[in-house]
Structure formats: C-alpha cells, structure tokens
C-alpha cells in the first residue's frame, strides 16, 4: 500500500555536508510523523530525526545543531539536511513512517530499504 522511496547519502568528507529525502508513496490520507533512524556498523539502530504532523519535531541529542529535518507535505517527503559531519555518523540511514492510509484511521508503520553514508577522509 505504501513505499518509502530514499535518496542521498554515499561518501562524504569530514566536514561535508549530505541531504537526503524520503518519499512516501501510495494509498496516503494524512502522514502522522516522518522521520530517519541510522544503524552505526556495530551497533544497534538509534533515532536522528524525526518530524511530526504539526511540524514539532524530535532531534537526537548527538546531531543537534548540525541536522536539521524538514518536510513537504505536499509531496508527502521528508529530509535530512546534515552539516559538519563526523565519521561517528557514518551508518546506514534508514526512513521510517506512521502514515494514516483512510479517515477510518487505519495506518501504515513501515521503513525504507536504508541508504549508506559514510564520512570518511
């Protein structure tokens, strides 16, 4: 019923900047949150960003200030804007949706098939 389409990420120098974008397509009434987790090699998925309906959002605490995540609601997608990265947020990035597929209030929770960034000199 839906899909999450990403885009972005890949090599990028320490310092350098990365945007990537989520689209949400399909059977879309409303998005409840948009949002991106990321899994470090070795470690376990950790929340980055996430951005709800009312435009509140939710940033972790080790890419506050250098992450930003914004939407467009009428293209139903979502980015990340990251600045001055490290080589600590080299993970795969990965979408992630609560979306509200009718009025009746049936939802959708599902994730993108992860894209690799990878800060390194």
Same mark, same amino acid.
């Given at each position: 019923? &839906?899909?999450? !389409?990403?885009?972005?990420?890949?090599?990028?120098?320490?310092?350098? /900047?990365l945007i990537l974008s989520c689209a949400a397509v399909g059977k879309i009434f409303s998005i409840?949150?948009?949002?991106w987790y990321?899994?470090?090699?070795g470690k376990q998925r950790e929340? &980055?960003?996430v951005?709800? /309906?009312?435009?509140?959002?939710? !940033?972790?605490? /080790? &890419?506050?200030?250098r992450f930003t995540i914004s939407m467009d609601s009428a293209k139903n997608t979502v980015f990340l804007q990251g600045n /001055?990265?490290?080589?600590?947020?080299?993970a795969v990035y990965y979408c992630n949706a609560l979306i509200l597929l009718d009025p009746g209030r049936n939802t959708w929770h599902g994730w993108g098939q992860g894209t690799q960034v990878t800060v390194s000199s």
């Open positions: 019923q &839906v899909q999450l !389409v990403e885009s972005g990420g890949g090599l990028v120098q320490p310092g350098g /900047s409840n949150y948009m949002g990321r899994r470090p090699p929340l &980055v960003a951005i709800h /309906s009312g435009s509140a959002t939710d !940033v972790a605490d /080790s &890419v506050k200030g /001055s990265l490290k080589p600590e947020d080299t």
